[in-house]
């Protein structure tokens, strides 16, 4: 069983920066991709971002240039950093891991990031 936790969501102004973390536990396989979420209040969930167990890395148009995805695989982590904020970027942010050979599909119970203008 493999568990996602999400943390370091917040309330920050506008133009502020989060980090937001996803720790693993459990029983991993490879890695095929780590995607953050996003989902606000009415909204379709959004992808954000997303790093393959290569390390390419791709991302949604609203936060290129702002976010940037990571991972620390000694610790079974990946981080979404978030830069220059906006209150359009509000909502609960999800980590979600895949794994294709397996049919693995993973979320976290998300993190709440509230961007004030």
């Known amino acids: 069983q493999i568990q996602l936790v999400e943390s370091g969501g917040g309330l920050v102004q506008a133009g502020g920066s989060l980090r937001l973390s996803c720790v693993a536990s459990g029983f991993i396989f490879d890695i095929d991709a780590v995607n953050w979420y996003r989902q606000a209040p009415g909204k379709q969930r959004e992808l954000v971002a997303t790093?393959?167990?290569?390390?390419?890395?791709n991302y949604g148009d609203s936060v290129k240039d702002r976010f940037t995805i990571s991972r620390d695989s000694t610790i079974r982590t990946v981080y979404l950093q978030m830069n220059n904020l906006k209150p359009e970027d509000t909502a609960v942010y999800y980590c979600?891991?895949?794994?294709?050979?397996?049919?693995?599909?993973?979320w976290g119970r998300g993190t709440q990031v509230t961007v004030s203008s």
């Open positions: 790093i393959t167990g290569s390390d390419t890395t």
């Open positions: 979600n891991y895949r794994n294709y050979h397996y049919d693995i599909n993973a």
